[in-house]
Structure formats: structure tokens, C-alpha cells
């Protein structure tokens, strides 16, 4: 059968989001709608992606669904993107009346009842690979489509890899993540889910990989590696796991591999203040083989604020966290965030101070926005915060400065977050 996935995006990067060279959030791939484009051509479908990023609106996106009939359509949506969700299915339904429409990914998979339109057939819960598949495998064999299906969490290794080919993949090699990445660079997911309680992922993250944290072995993710680098001959490499440092024992196993293979290629990884606090032999290790930069959530220079947030670490372990890492040469991405609810203008400087005093090699301050179907969004509505209409930019990989919460001073935080400047 013929398959069309549409990536939507548009949420964070917008229609023409190709327009320039180096265009971060227009090039990134989907790595979950690639999962499952490999999972549906393993068994014989045909399959092709429209990104809606690289259209110039929605006039071509009407003309594009024109001229693409398939089967079956599928829509992986985050929660920047829900909006966009209906009046795609509406596009479809218009020129293809016949066709199938499923929905999945985040939004669909913990907000079920925002996706109950005419348009959309089957609303897809959780992990899709297997679960996408039965349903395109039924529609071929003339059974019923149920409205909606629980997917099922796939033995990672089993899966064939991400179908990065499906998008338009020299975008992505041409750009970096974190500054001084050597091109061409490629993205990595290794596992999915996250065993830690930061309210402001959880419990959505959970909602949809389910626990406990899974990961593919370290012999399936370096293998991997070898079939780009034969491809694609990256220089870089960035593993866009929440927390790539979780399991000693596999990163260290992993390390061994990846050295061996000699691919003389830098990496970017996420990790936690407290994981690289708990074991320094497993930093140094991962430094030997190129381990450049950390992303690390310091988040706050308060630990009410952090206990707040349920993040599980505490501003000590930050200070020593960046300690260790300048120990190694290890650089530092350090994402932290102002305007959390409740947060007073002493715990803004404090976390204003933090930053100044760790000295982060790429600073990456956010304001507070909060993510429907996670514990502090519960939180911020009952306390009455939510604006109704959000002012400024909306979430990306690379920045957010939303004004969404009741009661900041959004004026004081701009002069604070400006080159770190500390004020008393």
C-alpha cells in the first residue's frame, strides 16, 4: 500500500523553513516518523514524507496533497503542532475522501479527545512501529479500522533503523548543534523514555515510551554509527536522548565499541548534574573518546525552585557537575529557565549568579513555559497562571522566550538574562 507521513513542524520552525543556509529547526529529521517510515517499507509498503516545513504555506500544502494520493496518511504530533492537525486532516479528506487518517505521537497519545474530528480515522496511543504497521496490514486486508489502538512498545533492537532518506537528509549533515561541531553531523536517538520525575517532561514523556527507560544495545546504536559514517562521512555526532549518561555500565560498553571503530568523530550528549557528580571515572572515560560537550539542565540557582520542578539535583551538584566536565574538556551547553511559577526575584538573580559563576561554554536560557499534560502545567493551573494569550517566541530545540505565566516580571528577567548580567 502507499503510505504519506507528514511531518508538520511548523509549530516551531514555520512554513519555508528551509529558506536559509544552516537553518537549524528547519533541517533536523523526525526521528520517531522515520522509525516508523523504516518499519512500514521493511514489510513492502511504499512510503513517502512531506515536510511541512519546507512548503511555502498552506496553498502548497493543498497542492501537494492534490497531487499525492495514498492510502493511508499518518501525522506525528507534538504538542507545538496540535493546532495544525485538523485543518491537515480537513486538506486531506477534502481531495482524498477515501483515504485512511492516523494520528499519533505526543498530543494524540495523552490528549485523545482533542483528536476525535471526522477526519481523523484512527487515533494511534503511544509507540507506533508495530502498532502502524497492523493497521495499514488490516486496511490492506479489508478489515475494520478500530478509532483507536494502544501501541506497542518494540524490542528497539528489532527495529530496522530510522529512514532518514525520507527527509531531505543533507540538511541536516550541513548543520551543527552545539557550537564548533565539525561538519557533515549527524543526530542519534539511542533510547526512549526518561526514569526521573522533572514535572515539567513528566508525566507526558512516560504517557508516551511508557517505562521503564529503554535503550538499544550498544553494539545496535554503533553499528548504526558505522553504516552513517560509510554514508555520510560525519564529523559529529549529537544524541538527542533526555539523558544519555544513565547507565554506566552501557555507556562504558559503548565507549569501548565506539573507540575501536575509530570513527574520529566529536560528540554532544545530554547528561544530569547528579550522574556526572555520582561517577567521574565514566566522564573521563567518555572524554577519551570525544565527548565534547554535555547538555546539562541546570535549570535554577534555587533549590527550592529545583525541588520545585522535581528535577532531583541540587545547585551543588551543578558547581561540581562543571567542575568535572572542565576537568576533562568537557564543554558545557547549559540550559536553565526564569519565570518558573512561584520564582522571586532574589531565586532569578541567584540563578543569574550560577551562570556567571559556572561560566557555561554556550548559554542557553529559556523563560518557563508550560507543556499541557506535565505536573507543573497541573500546578500552574491551579495557582491561576496561565495567561490566555502567550506573548514572544514559541518552543524550539534552540530557545524559548514565550511571556505565558501571570505575574512575572518578564522586563526584570530580559535584564538579567542579557549577556548574564548579574544586577543587585
Known sequence: MKICLIYVGIGVAGFNANRLPGDREGAWVGHGIASIGASLKAVGHEVELIDLRHLGGWADFAAK???????VYGLSVSPVDGQFVEPIAQFIKHYHPESRIIAGGIQPTIFKDDYNCEAIDTILVGEGEISFVELVNALSEGKDWPGIVEGVQPNLDALPWADR?????????ECFFAPGQALPSVTMLAGRGCPFHCNYCQPAENAVFGTPFRIRSPENVVAELRSLKDKYQFKSITFWDDTFTISKPWVMKFCDLYEKENFGATIAA???ADLICRDEAMIERMSEIGVDWFVIGLESGSQRILDLIKKGTTVEQNYKAAEICRKYGIKIFGTYMYGLPTETREEALATARM???IKPEHASPFYFHPIKGTGIY???EELGLLKEEVEGETIARTGMHARSIKGIDYDFLDSIMCGNRVLT
Do not use: G, H, N, V
Open 65 to 71: 496533497i492534490e497531487s499525492t494520493k495514498a492510502d
Open 165 to 173: 532518506e525520507l527527509f531531505d537528509y543533507k540538511r541536516e549533515i
Open 270 to 272: 545530554c547528561s544530569r
Open 378 to 380: 497541573t500546578l500552574c
Open 355 to 357: 551562570i556567571d559563576e
